[in-house]
């Protein structure tokens, strides 16, 4: 899924935080403590993008 949110334009930390990641790149030290945004409105703007992708699939 990672790969595909690439593919659809999908910014690296909306990615991680859709998948629940924490990675050493994009959420430590005091980024971590710091940044409490919870990208709520851009993971269901990419669930939403993975979901017409998965559709046009479909139809393959």
């Given at each position: 899924?990672?790969?595909?949110?690439?593919?659809?334009?999908?910014?690296?930390?909306?990615?991680?935080?859709?998948?629940?990641?924490?990675?050493g790149?994009?959420?430590?030290?005091?980024?971590?403590?710091?940044?409490?945004?919870?990208?709520k409105?851009?993971?269901?703007?990419?669930?939403?993008?993975?979901?017409?992708?998965?559709?046009?699939?479909?139809?393959?």
């Amino acid at each position: 899924m990672s790969t595909g949110f690439q593919k659809l334009g999908v910014r690296f930390e909306v990615t991680e935080a859709t998948l629940n990641h924490i990675s050493g790149m994009s959420r430590a030290g005091v980024a971590d403590v710091r940044q409490q945004h919870d990208w709520k409105e851009e993971k269901r703007e990419a669930l939403e993008k993975w979901a017409r992708h998965c559709k046009t699939l479909r139809s393959l």
